[in-house]
Nanobody, 115 residues
Framework: QVQLVESGGGVVQPGGSLRLSCAAS????????IRWFRQAAGKEREWVGGIGNAGTAYKDSVKGRFTLSRDNAKNTVYLQMNGLKPEDTAVYYC??????????WGQGTQVTVSS
């Protein structure tokens, strides 16, 4: 069983920055890539990016603005979001599959970009 806890959301003006955290209840070493998704009101959940042993990957619309990193000692993955836009407003979730293929989601953290 893996528990994921996101934090760091909030309200920020356009062009601002936030850093989201995803803390796992187990070691993230050797885990499958940890992914971030987001879901805006009235829209489907969409993939934002992922980080694994092979590196990182991002949705085209966030490339150059969002950066994923990890602290293995803290079992935490970070999503640094710069140059935020109103269209980035959403609930952000982290997600991972364990080695048995079980899928886990965090509870989400709200990001609101508004002037």
């Amino acid at each position: 069983q893996v528990q994921l806890v996101e934090s760091g959301g909030g309200v920020v003006q356009p062009g601002g920055s936030l850093r989201l955290s995803c803390a796992a209840s187990v070691s993230i070493l050797g885990m499958r890539p940890i992914r971030w998704f987001r879901q805006a009101a009235g829209k489907e959940r969409e993939w934002v990016g992922g980080i694994g042993n092979a590196g990182t990957a991002y949705k085209d619309s966030v490339k150059g603005r969002f950066t994923l990193s990890r602290d293995n000692a803290k079992n935490t993955v970070y999503l640094q979001m710069n140059g935020l836009k109103p269209e980035d407003t959403a609930v952000y979730y982290c997600n991972v599959d364990d080695l048995r293929g079980n899928n886990y989601w965090g509870q989400g953290t709200q990001v609101t970009v508004s002037s």
